[in-house]
């Protein structure tokens, strides 16, 4: 620690620590443009010069070091004279449409104008203009606004890890923009709109939509992501307008997903559903929720109590589902589950308390090494990507097992692309075993004496073996596998030979509370196994119910065999939808569709993959008669005549639930869980690898139209399959392919991507045309049919 001198006040500080930084954390005004705190110091705007005692010229704070006995003066004539010139500069050719510039009332530029600023200008030339580059359908450009402070040049090539954006050109001939004509494809991009300190770059989506003195703010959790990213809505006369990032250091720093950021306009969507409503005599009609309501009880009390089901979705919050498996468990069915993209269940009694990380979110940064299974983290969990990046600059060895050679952020130490994961892990648990001295059960060199091991096997666990603070990661695309058991199973073992936290990625925003709240076939809240488990989600729909109830889904969509699950619907005699949107499938399938709120306008709670519970309020009222679906099962409870349905606030079912789960907690470091024997398969045929798409991943993400026109999003709508596929095919990237699969067809057309393994074909689910398609599917060329 040194000692330094700030207008003529001492203040204590780490030798080295930047100028500004202290005066930062002091409370001590600096203005500024170009220097940010996640961002490197590019000391390129100079509106920040101090005056330094003994320095012959005003210094820039953001690159000034401080030393022992250091004398700065922030508001010496000296620094006051540096700065107002500065400003000067940046105003010669900034244009004077304040007015009707999205940035306007909450402009840093505006802002410090007013504080350094003269009234009146001695540049009498013309000013530049620059004109505007399409960057995609999130960001909007005025690049005549631009001050060249780079910071959304230094965010991609540091936080987001593409160098998308750059600077051509010198003096005031320079231009921000991309290198090549194209849009942003980071799944972080937005961030951008935050960096920028002028009306350069603002949100696309909310152009010319309001301004910021005409709306309020209110803080929320994001609805998407396992992190739980903190956000702040901007609300104008109970609309919600924009939302921006809310700083949690420990959870989501300053930066948020496109995803979260983007996700509102399916709010609004034109389908959403605004009241009760009932189908008679094939029929559907609007009505009251008195009549609603009764007409629900009446036909479910037809039902035997052990043919109903309940699906609900994993973004749905921890007292709705709660209140559902309590609704569910005293009509006398243990049906109930959110598992929709998983199917195999062989093993859910050894399962941890919930899907849990193994560590602090922010612990990850810290990681030496890191093998990421089964999982297109970059989309699945960007900001999880983004904790992983950030260990990869630290100087860890990021490695992966997957199924396509996708493109990451980071710089990839070791890597395996295949679709045959058991043998593959199998042979990393055994490389492991070479060098593991430790005492081991017999029953694990007995399941792999017979596995042979490859060179890309052994590196991989030698990595891990040297490593002292190792992660393993199990992605969505591992809990997909119809042998996710034994990859589980084999992933645990590798982290216990490896010594290194074993965890998972997550899936939706609130996979983890509906663990604890009980929403399983086999759990009940808390965790407490039930005598006679229920039927799993996939079980349910394969083997049939005559009663279905589905919180917040769209089966056809948000189930890996959409085909399945529709047929099971339709042919059900009664099922219930509590659901925010009105779909011609679901108008098909249900018999009542009752509305609810959806993302922010509702309360509730979400428990994200690190286990930290995040409760929210309501923001805007829901629209029309929709009301909170934890207010619904509430209800429903009471006309069962259950007991304990008498909650007359969210926070009361929240308290009841954590009370019940008392002091557990998740541990992932259990016992040696060693299956009795490894499931291998050969794939036969072509094989369908399936995705869940980022844009894809639930109903308000679907309805968000900035996101869909993305380039994430447009892929999704192709069958991909590589050169060496395509070429057997005789197809090209102007061709269709028809797919079928039993006595389903349909065509796509063809995208040549070369991260693909042979014999494999890469169909997105999430797509209506494409809805309950896996496993092996037959590909033949076509000239007709439209994609």
Same mark, same amino acid.
């Given at each position: 620690?040194?000692?330094?001198?700030?207008? =003529?006040?001492?203040?204590?500080?780490?030798?080295?620590?930047?100028?500004?930084?202290?005066?930062?954390?002091?409370?001590?005004?600096?203005?500024?443009?170009?220097?940010?705190?996640?961002?490197?110091?590019?000391?390129?705007?100079?509106?920040?010069?101090?005056?330094?005692?003994?320095?012959?010229?005003?210094?820039?704070?953001?690159?000034?070091?401080?030393?022992?006995?250091?004398?700065?003066?922030?508001?010496?004539?000296?620094?006051?004279?540096?700065?107002?010139?500065?400003?000067?500069?940046?105003?010669?050719?900034?244009?004077?449409?304040?007015?009707?510039?999205?940035?306007?009332?909450?402009?840093?530029?505006?802002?410090?104008?007013?504080?350094?600023?003269?009234?009146?200008?001695?540049?009498?030339?013309?000013?530049?203009?620059?004109?505007?580059?399409?960057?995609?359908?999130?960001?909007?450009?005025?690049?005549?606004?631009?001050?060249?402070?780079?910071?959304?040049?230094?965010?991609?090539?540091?936080? =987001?890890?593409?160098?998308?954006?750059?600077?051509?050109?010198?003096?005031?001939?320079?231009?921000?923009?991309?290198?090549?004509?194209?849009?942003?494809?980071?799944?972080? %991009?937005?961030?951008?709109?935050?960096?920028?300190?002028?009306?350069? *770059?603002?949100?696309?989506?909310?152009?010319?939509?309001?301004?910021?003195?005409?709306?309020?703010?209110?803080?929320?959790?994001?609805?998407?992501?396992?992190?739980?990213?903190?956000?702040?809505?901007?609300?104008?006369?109970?609309? @919600?307008?924009?939302?921006?990032?809310?700083?949690?250091?420990?959870?989501?720093?300053? $930066?948020?997903?496109?995803?979260?950021?983007?996700?509102?306009?399916?709010?609004?969507?034109?389908?959403?559903?605004? +009241?009760?409503?009932?189908?008679?005599? =094939?029929?559907?009609?609007?009505?009251?929720?008195?009549?609603?309501?009764?007409?629900?009880?009446?036909?479910?009390?037809?039902?035997?109590?052990?043919?109903?089901?309940?699906?609900? %979705?994993?973004?749905?919050?921890?007292?709705?589902?709660?209140?559902?498996?309590?609704?569910?468990?005293?009509?006398?069915?243990?049906?109930?589950?959110?598992?929709?993209?998983?199917?195999?269940?062989?093993?859910?009694?050894?399962?941890?308390?919930?899907?849990?990380?193994?560590?602090?979110?922010?612990?990850?940064?810290?990681?030496?090494?890191?093998?990421?299974?089964?999982?297109?983290?970059?989309?699945?969990?960007?900001?999880?990507?983004?904790?992983?990046?950030?260990? %990869?600059?630290?100087?860890?060895?990021?490695?992966?097992?997957?199924?396509?050679?996708?493109?990451?952020?980071?710089?990839?130490?070791?890597?395996?692309?295949?679709?045959?994961?058991?043998?593959?892990? /199998?042979?990393?648990?055994?490389?492991?075993?070479?060098?593991? !001295?430790?005492? @081991?059960?017999?029953?694990?060199? /007995?399941?792999?004496?017979?596995?042979?091991?490859?060179?890309?096997?052994?590196?991989?666990?030698?990595?891990?073996?040297?490593?002292?603070?190792?992660?393993?990661?199990?992605?969505?695309?591992?809990?997909?596998?119809?042998?996710? +058991?034994?990859?589980?199973?084999?992933?645990?073992?590798?982290?216990?030979?490896?010594?290194?936290?074993?965890?998972?990625?997550?899936?939706?925003?609130?996979?983890?509370?509906?663990?604890?709240?009980?929403?399983?076939?086999?759990?009940?809240?808390?965790?407490?196994?039930?005598?006679?488990?229920? *039927?799993?989600?996939?079980?349910?729909?394969?083997?049939?119910?005559?009663?279905?109830?589905?919180?917040?889904?769209?089966?056809?969509?948000?189930?890996?065999?959409?085909?399945?699950?529709?047929?099971?619907?339709?042919?059900?005699?009664?099922?219930?939808?509590?659901?925010?949107?009105?779909?011609?499938?679901?108008?098909?399938?249900?018999?009542?569709?009752?509305?609810?709120?959806?993302?922010?306008?509702?309360?509730?709670?979400?428990?994200?993959?690190?286990?930290?519970?995040? %409760?929210?309020?309501?923001?805007?009222?829901?629209?029309?008669? !929709?009301?909170?679906? $934890?207010?619904?099962?509430?209800?429903?409870?009471?006309?069962?005549?259950?007991?304990?349905?008498?909650?007359?606030?969210?926070?009361?079912?929240?308290?009841?639930?954590?009370?019940?789960?008392?002091?557990?907690?998740?541990?992932?470091?259990?016992?040696?869980?060693?299956?009795?024997?490894?499931?291998?398969? #050969?794939?036969?045929?072509?094989?369908?690898?399936?995705?869940?798409?980022?844009?894809?991943?639930?109903?308000?993400?679907?309805?968000?139209?900035?996101?869909?026109?993305?380039?994430?999003?447009?892929?999704? #709508?192709? +069958?991909?399959?590589?050169?060496?596929?395509?070429?057997?095919?005789?197809?090209?990237?102007?061709?269709?392919?028809?797919?079928?699969?039993?006595?389903?067809?349909?065509?796509?057309?063809?995208?040549?991507?070369?991260? *693909?393994?042979?014999?494999?074909? @890469?169909?997105?689910?999430?797509?209506?045309?494409?809805?309950?398609?896996?496993?092996?599917?037959?590909?033949?060329?076509?000239?007709?049919?439209?994609?």
């Amino acid at each position: 620690m040194v000692t330094i001198e700030i207008d =003529g006040k001492s203040y204590q500080a780490e030798a080295g620590q930047m100028l500004i930084e202290v005066t930062d954390n002091h409370g001590i005004h600096i203005p500024r443009f170009c220097y940010h705190k996640k961002l490197s110091v590019a000391a390129n705007c100079r509106m920040c010069l101090v005056d330094v005692e003994k320095a012959p010229k005003p210094l820039p704070a953001c690159a000034t070091p401080i030393m022992d006995g250091m004398k700065i003066f922030t508001r010496s004539e000296k620094a006051l004279i540096a700065q107002k010139s500065v400003m000067e500069f940046l105003l010669i050719n900034h244009p004077l449409d304040c007015p009707v510039c999205d940035q306007g009332g909450e402009c840093e530029l505006q802002d410090v104008a007013i504080g350094y600023g003269k009234d009146l200008s001695r540049y009498q030339e013309a000013k530049r203009v620059v004109f505007n580059k399409n960057i995609g359908p999130l960001i909007a450009t005025e690049m005549t606004r631009c001050i060249h402070c780079t910071r959304c040049v230094r965010f991609g090539q540091e936080i =987001g890890g593409i160098h998308e954006l750059g600077a051509t050109g010198r003096g005031e001939h320079t231009q921000i923009g991309t290198y090549i004509e194209h849009s942003l494809s980071s799944e972080l %991009s937005g961030n951008i709109i935050d960096l920028c300190p002028v009306g350069a *770059l603002t949100s696309k989506p909310f152009r010319f939509k309001a301004r910021a003195w005409e709306m309020q703010q209110a803080e929320t959790i994001a609805p998407h992501d396992a992190v739980g990213s903190n956000l702040y809505v901007h609300l104008r006369s109970n609309q @919600l307008m924009r939302v921006a990032p809310k700083e949690n250091e420990a959870i989501n720093e300053v $930066w948020i997903s496109d995803r979260d950021r983007f996700s509102y306009e399916g709010l609004t969507a034109d389908d959403r559903l605004t +009241a009760p409503m009932i189908k008679k005599d =094939g029929n559907w009609q609007e009505t009251d929720w008195e009549t609603a309501l009764a007409f629900t009880t009446e036909n479910l009390k037809k039902l035997e109590s052990n043919n109903i089901g309940a699906l609900a %979705s994993a973004t749905s919050t921890i007292e709705e589902l709660y209140l559902l498996q309590r609704f569910m468990r005293g009509i006398g069915s243990q049906n109930i589950d959110h598992r929709l993209r998983q199917v195999d269940f062989s093993d859910q009694n050894d399962a941890p308390l919930f899907p849990y990380l193994g560590q602090d979110i922010a612990d990850l940064e810290n990681s030496d090494a890191v093998l990421i299974i089964g999982s297109h983290l970059r989309k699945e969990q960007p900001l999880l990507n983004h904790r992983i990046r950030k260990a %990869s600059l630290n100087g860890a060895k990021i490695m992966l097992f997957n199924p396509i050679d996708y493109e990451f952020n980071f710089k990839i130490a070791e890597k395996i692309i295949t679709t045959t994961w058991v043998e593959n892990l /199998a042979g990393i648990a055994k490389a492991l075993l070479e060098t593991e !001295a430790t005492l @081991l059960p017999v029953e694990v060199k /007995a399941l792999l004496a017979e596995v042979t091991i490859t060179e890309p096997q052994r590196a991989i666990a030698k990595v891990l073996s040297a490593s002292k603070k190792g992660t393993i990661l199990l992605g969505n695309l591992a809990t997909a596998n119809p042998q996710f +058991a034994n990859i589980r199973s084999l992933a645990a073992i590798i982290a216990k030979l490896s010594d290194a936290n074993f965890g998972y990625c997550g899936d939706a925003c609130n996979t983890s509370g509906a663990w604890l709240a009980g929403a399983l076939p086999h759990r009940t809240a808390g965790g407490e196994a039930v005598e006679t488990a229920g *039927l799993d989600a996939q079980a349910m729909f394969t083997q049939g119910l005559k009663g279905y109830i589905l919180l917040g889904l769209e089966p056809e969509l948000d189930n890996w065999n959409g085909v399945t699950a529709l047929n099971s619907l339709k042919q059900a005699e009664f099922v219930v939808s509590l659901s925010g949107y009105k779909t011609t499938a679901m108008e098909e399938y249900a018999d009542v569709m009752l509305p609810i709120g959806l993302f922010t306008e509702t309360s509730g709670t979400y428990v994200n993959v690190e286990g930290d519970w995040q %409760s929210f309020k309501g923001i805007v009222p829901p629209p029309g008669d !929709a009301r909170p679906a $934890w207010k619904i099962l509430r209800v429903l409870g009471n006309l069962f005549e259950l007991e304990g349905f008498e909650y007359t606030s969210s926070d009361e079912i929240s308290d009841e639930l954590s009370y019940i789960i008392g002091d557990k907690v998740a541990n992932n470091k259990m016992g040696w869980q060693i299956p009795e024997k490894l499931e291998t398969q #050969k794939a036969e045929g072509i094989q369908r690898i399936t995705e869940m798409p980022i844009y894809s991943v639930d109903a308000l993400v679907r309805r968000a139209d900035a996101l869909q026109n993305t380039i994430d999003a447009k892929i999704t #709508k192709t +069958a991909h399959i590589n050169a060496k596929l395509a070429n057997q095919l005789n197809v090209n990237e102007t061709s269709y392919i028809q797919v079928k699969q039993d006595e389903i067809m349909f065509t796509l057309a063809v995208t040549i991507n070369d991260q *693909l393994p042979d014999n494999a074909v @890469l169909i997105y689910a999430g797509q209506n045309i494409t809805a309950g398609w896996h496993g092996q599917v037959e590909l033949s060329a076509t000239t007709e049919g439209k994609a």
